[in-house]
């Protein structure tokens, strides 16, 4: 069994920073692909950022040059720190990670989500 738990959120100002954490444990054999996704209130979910295993790295515009997203493949977590939050930020943040586990299962996990509010 495999379960994410992300930490991290909380309530920032306007222009603040926030650094997110999304831990995979459990019956891992190798982690591959790792991103974010964030739901805000009457939205639909929407891609933030997705690192490949190897480093590569992809941003949506709306987050592009004030976030940077990146893993540690020893602990099996990946990151997301936010810079020049603005209220339109706020959302739900949902990580996930694509992985095998120990009986080479290959398949996507997501982690509980973490609450990011940007407000004076």
């Known amino acids: 069994q495999v379960q994410l738990v992300e930490s991290g959120g909380g309530l920032v100002q306007p222009g603040g920073s926030l650094r997110l954490s999304c831990a995979a444990s459990g019956s891992i054999f190798r982690t591959e692909g790792m991103g974010w996704y964030r739901q805000a209130p009457g939205k639909q979910r929407e891609f933030v950022a997705i690192?490949?295993?190897?480093?590569?790295?992809t941003y949506a515009d709306s987050v592009k040059g004030r976030f940077t997203i990146s893993r540690d493949n020893a602990k099996n977590t990946v990151y997301l720190q936010m810079n020049s939050l603005q209220p339109e930020d706020t959302a739900v943040y949902y990580c996930?990670?694509?992985?095998?586990?120990?009986?080479?299962?290959?398949?996507?996990?997501w982690g509980q989500g973490t609450q990011v509010t940007v407000s004076s």
């Open positions: 996930y990670q694509v992985i095998w586990d120990t009986s080479r299962q290959f398949r996507n996990y």
């Open positions: 690192i490949t295993r190897g480093g590569t790295t």
